[in-house]
């Protein structure tokens, strides 16, 4: 695809419950990123990845929320034991390394 | 630390009449960059403008404008005769040398209606 892409697009789950977050990013950007967005506030940065490995993931609240970037290119950011405070819209980037990041349209996440 | 302030929260403009937005930033380091980005009602950001902190020469692409400043740390941009399709989220945003260029710090953003 030309962009980045997310799904899905929504998502509403229960207190408690696991969630997975995909990304696809633009085909031949090494990097990828993950950001946290909520309401009325500027993106927040969670993680970065430079090909396979997470060259930075210190944006991380806590450890219920992981990441991963098996083959270099598909993201998934998977958040156990959801919590309320996790309701926020979930933005990927990628980018060559050092040039400037495309963001995909996100994942508004809603824990009830 | 690394902070980007956008004071201005809300700015309601005429059509074509120009505005500013204006950015702060603080940074330690001396080789970073700055953003601009743009969030439209759909909700994608959409990057304008990324310029390196050795480059102070103002920039313009069509009816944007922008005036970079070391002396005072700002990063301000024009949109010179605005249009309806202007009404977004703008933010300006911030990669440090110590991040490696990697992590973006955004500022709160600007809502132009």
């Known amino acids: 695809g030309a962009g980045v892409s997310q799904t899905p697009s929504n998502k509403v789950t229960e207190k408690g419950k696991y969630v997975e977050l995909r990304c696809d990013p633009i085909?031949?950007?090494?990097?990828l990123y993950w950001y946290r967005q909520s309401l009325g506030q500027g993106p927040e940065f969670l993680i970065y990845f430079q090909g396979t490995g997470a060259a930075d993931d210190s944006g991380l609240p806590n450890d219920r929320f992981f990441a991963v970037r098996p083959e270099g290119s598909v993201s998934t950011l998977k958040i156990q034991r959801t919590e309320r405070g996790d309701s926020a819209v979930y933005l990927c980037?990628?980018?060559?390394?050092?040039?400037?990041?495309?963001f995909g349209p996100g994942t508004r996440l809603t824990v009830l | 630390a690394q902070k980007v302030t956008q004071a201005q929260t809300e700015i309601s403009v005429v059509e074509k009449e120009d505005v500013t937005l204006d950015c702060v930033y603080e940074t330690r380091d001396t080789t970073y960059y700055l953003f601009w980005y743009k969030q439209p009602p759909s909700g994608e950001l959409v990057f304008l403008i990324r310029?390196?902190?050795?480059?102070?020469q103002n920039e313009i692409s069509g009816r944007y404008s922008w005036n970079f400043q070391k002396s005072t740390s700002s990063f301000n941009f024009t949109i010179t005769a605005s249009q309806v399709v202007d009404s977004a989220v703008y933010f300006c945003a911030l990669t440090p040398e110590n991040t490696g260029f990697q992590k973006l710090v955004f500022g709160t953003g600007t809502r132009l209606l």
């Open positions: 310029r390196n902190s050795f480059d102070e």
């Open positions: 085909s031949g950007h090494t990097a």
């Open positions: 980037a990628s980018s060559f390394p050092g040039t400037a990041q495309f």
